[in-house]
Nanobody, 122 residues
Framework: QVHLVQSGGGLVQPGGSLRLSCAAS????????MGWYRQAPGQERDMVAV???????NYQDSVKGRFTISREDAKNTVYLQMDKLKPEDTAVYYC????????????????WGQGTQVTVSS
């Protein structure tokens, strides 16, 4: 019913930049929160940056000042601009939408994107 399609990512040298995007589709009326998580090999999936419906933003401490989350509400799309990338940012990045109300009145607790690899290496 709900699909999150991610784009962007890839290989970049330390200090470089990448931009991720995520578009949600599926007769969506409202999304309560939307953002980005990441999972490095052997580690748990952690929050990177999340937008709430009220507009508040939360960033993981390690990315503050380097990553910027933005959104286009009309397109149900969220972006993650990643600057000054470090090798420790290497992970699979996942888009997540939480608390979705569909136009049919159906409530979807959450949905994940397909994941995209970000590798920071020289």
């Amino acid at each position: 019913q709900v699909h999150l399609v991610q784009s962007g990512g890839g290989l970049v040298q330390p200090g470089g930049s990448l931009r991720l995007s995520c578009a949600a589709s599926g007769n969506i009326e409202m999304i309560n929160a939307m953002g980005w998580y990441r999972q490095a090999p052997g580690q748990e999936r952690d929050m990177v940056a999340v937008f709430s419906r009220t507009g508040s933003i939360n960033y993981q401490d390690s990315v503050k000042g380097r990553f910027t989350i933005s959104r286009e509400d009309a397109k149900n799309t969220v972006y993650l601009q990643m600057d000054k990338l470090k090798p420790e940012d290497t992970a699979v990045y996942y888009c997540h939408a939480a608390g979705l109300w569909l136009t049919t009145g159906v409530f979807v607790e959450g949905s994940w994107g397909q994941g995209t690899q970000v590798t920071v290496s020289s």
